[in-house]
């Protein structure tokens, strides 16, 4: 894989498009500070502009004069500060859930998926593991670790049928997927569900694309359509729409949230976020529960669909912020890529192993925070570039 | 491992001695809200006392001024704050090395180990892994992803024969350990670096527990006995002695750190640490370049020195701040651990699987920020309660 696809990450750098070093230079531009060149990042997964809101800023350096510290520097299975037990209060309130706050959704993941396999999270034991094939990294990372605990298999993206075969074979299955992908789309969960009613099936979701940005209190695209139940877990990131860092997992049980505080490994013995982190989660879950949510959650759709109207793509016209113009071959991509970024916009050319082989893309994320006259240029280049 | 577990864990929870939720009370206390319950954590890992100094908090408040945002919510290996860029640059002036800036440790390691153990990071092909069987859980965690790539095996601790056994009987072996260990004392690394000269040993140490502890400009106890070379790699977590959060790889070679940045996993997909601590962390670098941290460490060694004389533990007299008072049965350790949290100190009770069964213990922390006075007040108290 590496091999394959260093180079051209190789050609992306030559071109300057991969780690790039910027600082802000507007509401809307980043800046880099060695050439002077000013861009709008079209691939920040803040889909509220959140992640730049005044209020949230404040509420991280609020909890730093109230903790007094950046962290207690002790495992959060044995001391946490009351602002960690306030935020999974605050959001367990409102997104009606037993919430454990964790560092990131990968180490979640990689602490809830092994126990989940080993059948210490729901009843019968051990649970063949199928993952969806375009499941994010984090969740396909775990699959060696889960395979110590239980059968792991593979599906084809959102092939329900796939899924029902392994149900009739086994006789405990999770499935392990996305709710929104990261590049567009998202899993059957009305299908799921039934499939979870008729064998039993475990859903373990990473709804990370969609929290904040989709649900009345955004609680994300899964659970504005389902409840929890004891088979059905949902992960979010809080570094992207929710504006701040950190994850949760969304539990339908404390006792799940106690056994998983000492058992799922890194939740316990890693990192967990920070004071200042924290601050700003609380402060952003406070935001979530007045108006100005569905103010910012109205102009992201309104971005999508005026995007949509003018550049058709793949995905237009669904729920989601993830739009990307199919290109063919890596080369392309980045060819295209290049001179957007000479327009003045970041979208990053996406290629092996993030997608298929030859199927080379721009991808582009709308926001909430970029003005309608910004969109409209922006779909104006990528048109003229993209026939180019 | 849960089923033999969980029963302890469960004792320890109703003394409420895990899952605390804490205020900061003063300089050196905590207090439990609920119960105006105040005490002195003697198990932070925040050696010098940095998680508090009022510069560091400082740097994590500037940068928010400066970076106008959380985070920049895309991933770290297409656009990085300049933040970032500058923490790496100052680290690696400061540690001799070139520096990789991650999450966590978890995070690092769960990219880094499957390349080392896929044979991507030196000549030669896969390499046979070869972990100690102390090394640190974030590292035993990615055992399983490692034997997708190549032979892992489970090394007696710090058995140096073994390790040279292994290293007759395969063409390429990595080493993988804890350079201070969690739980005392260190790795044979004088031993180490001649099997590396004899045989090419590769070395991957996670040195968490003595970065800024140790070393003239905190660079560890590693660090301070060996240069890099091609064959070895330190990480270390920012969030013990450093006193922030995140965490670095020392590599001794640029080209490792692009393609680290490119390929390991979570460094890529993950999140990475956000601006607060990443301006925390600039602060902390600036403050490893002045006398204060020579003064921190040196009052360090003070404290431990003391808490030696009062207290003879298996560790004591060794370069480190970690000491366990043997106890034998976990239901004794707990005992003790309440007893002590009466009296004003939170020490934690350490049972399987945080060590052997039958060998649990009170795992006691020393740090810079503790007044003499305190420490020996602790040390009194540890002698009558370890006694009745």
Redesign the interface.
């Known amino acids: 894989m ?1 091999a394959a ?2 180079p051209v ?1 190789q050609a992306a ?1 030559e071109h300057g ?8 230079a507007s509401d809307y531009e ?1 800046v880099i ?1 060695e050439t002077g060149h000013r861009f709008v ?1 079209m ?4 889909y509220l502009g959140l ?2 809101h005044p209020k ?2 404040q509420g ?2 609020d909890a ?1 004069a ?10 959060a ?6 602002l ?2 306030d935020l999974e209060d605050e959001l367990g309130d409102l997104w009606r859930a037993d919430i454990l706050v964790g ?5 979640l993941t ?1 602490g809830i998926l092994p ?1 989940l396999a080993g059948g ?1 999270l729901a009843e019968g034991g051990p649970r063949t593991m199928v993952f969806d094939r375009f499941a ?3 969740l396909a ?1 775990v699959k ?2 889960c ?2 605990e239980s059968l792991v298999l593979t599906a084809p993206h959102n092939d329900l049928d796939y899924v029902e075969d392994v149900c009739r074979k086994h006789p405990r299955v999770a499935y392990v997927a996305d709710g929104a992908y990261s590049m567009g789309g998202a899993l059957p969960l009305e299908g799921l569900l039934e499939l979870q009613d008729r064998y039993g099936l475990f859903l373990y979701i990473d709804d990370s694309h969609s929290l904040s940005a989709v649900g009345e209190h955004g609680e994300g695209y899964v659970r504005s359509r389902a409840e929890l139940n004891p088979l059905t877990m949902v992960v979010a ?1 809080l ?2 729409g929710f ?4 994850a949760v997992a969304m539990l339908g049980d404390r006792g799940l949230v ?2 998983l ?3 799922a ?2 939740v316990g ?3 967990s976020p ?1 004071n ?2 924290l601050g ?1 989660s609380l402060a952003s879950a406070a935001l979530h529960r007045t108006p100005e949510l569905g103010e910012l959650q109205r102009r992201l759709r309104d971005n999508v669909e005026l995007f949509d109207r003018l550049v058709p793509t793949p995905h237009a016209g669904n729920d989601f912020a993830v739009r990307v113009v199919p290109v063919g071959e890596a080369d392309r991509a980045i060819d295209l890529s290049v001179r957007m970024f000479e327009r003045g916009y ?1 979208c ?1 050319a996406v290629f092996f192993p993030i997608v298929a082989k030859g199927e080379a893309g721009l991808r582009i994320l709308l926001r909430a925070d970029l003005p309608s006259k910004l969109v409209t240029d922006f779909a104006s280049s990528v048109t003229t570039e993209s026939m180019a």
Not at 66 to 75: D, E, H, I
Not at 77 to 82: D, E, F, K
């Open positions: 590496l696809s260093d990450w750098a498009l991969i780690d790039m070093h910027v600082d802000a980043l500070r990042n691939c920040s997964c803040s992640n730049s949230i800023l991280a350096v730093l109230t903790a007094k510290s950046t962290s207690l520097s002790v495992s299975t044995r001391i946490r500060p009351n960690s037990a560092l990131s959704c990968s180490t990689s126990l210490q994010h990294f984090n990372h060696p670790i395979a110590d990131s570094v992207k504006g701040t860092g950190g106690r056994l505080r000492r058992h490994g890194p013995w890693s990192q920070d200042m982190v700003a970041y990053s």
